[in-house]
């Protein structure tokens, strides 16, 4: 099955600084890979998403990119709030005919210090 | 926010005993599903349904067990507790169970097994 790694588990930056979290995979049939965020004591919730015919996608002041040669796709958060603070997880998924079943990353803690 | 209750949201229980947790929906999707959560492990899919009737497994499925007998309500038992399945849980919904479609999540349901 799928194996999604995800890098750093933590990061602490300072606001205004950049934040990059990296993942990678491991099956070469995952064609969609989402951006989680979840704040204490909430579920997850989507923030950006990206399909493998796609290199990369912005939204403000976040974006992913995608390399399918190397099977990685990163996060990059640009001027950071202390609002970013949450934890974040990447996720894969492939066409399996029926549900979406993501297989999640293991998450990274990020922390926005004023 | 996507209209997704879990109850109980904390429960403390001893092992041996049996659990159910509830998850009820009023977005009218087809496609429910439950993870788990733990350190080190993101989150994980234990099991899923596709209508009324209809469930699959997870990746993490052992000891656990689902019924879904109305679009709006699916439950997740744990026949005997055991310590292992201490965890935070999660309910997700989706509407068409398609590669690159939104999970929303509930807000989860705390677990500890004694």
């Known amino acids: 099955g799928e194996n999604v790694e995800q890098h750093p588990s933590t990061l602490s930056v300072q606001e205004g600084d950049s934040a990059v979290i990296k993942c990678t995979y491991s099956?070469?049939?995952?064609?969609?890979f989402p951006w989680y965020k979840q704040e204490l004591g909430k579920g997850p919730q989507l923030i950006i998403d990206i399909r493998s015919n796609v290199g990369e996608k912005k939204d403000q002041r976040i974006a992913v990119t995608l390399n399918k040669t190397a099977k990685h796709f990163s996060l990059h958060i640009t001027e950071t709030q202390p609002e970013d603070s949450a934890v974040y997880f990447c996720a894969a998924s492939r066409d399996t005919g029926t549900a979406s079943k993501l297989t999640f990353g293991t998450g990274t803690r990020l922390q926005v210090t004023l | 926010d996507a209209g997704i209750t879990q109850s109980p949201r904390h429960k403390v229980t001893e092992t041996g005993t049996p659990v159910t947790l509830r998850c009820h929906q009023t977005e009218n999707h087809r496609y429910m599903y439950w993870y788990r959560q733990d350190p080190g492990h993101g989150l994980r899919l234990i099991h899923y349904?596709?209508?009324?009737?209809?469930?699959d497994k997870g990746e993490v499925s052992d000891g656990y067990s689902v019924s879904r007998s109305k679009t709006e309500d699916f439950l997740l038992t744990l026949e005997s507790a055991t310590s292992s399945q201490t965890s935070v849980y999660f309910c997700?919904?989706?509407?068409?169970?398609?590669?690159?479609?939104?999970?929303?999540f509930g807000s989860g349901t705390q677990l500890s097994v004694l």
């Open positions: 099956d070469s049939a995952s064609n969609y």
């Open positions: 349904s596709y209508g009324v009737k209809d469930t």
């Open positions: 997700a919904i989706s509407d068409q169970g398609r590669v690159g479609e939104k999970l929303f």
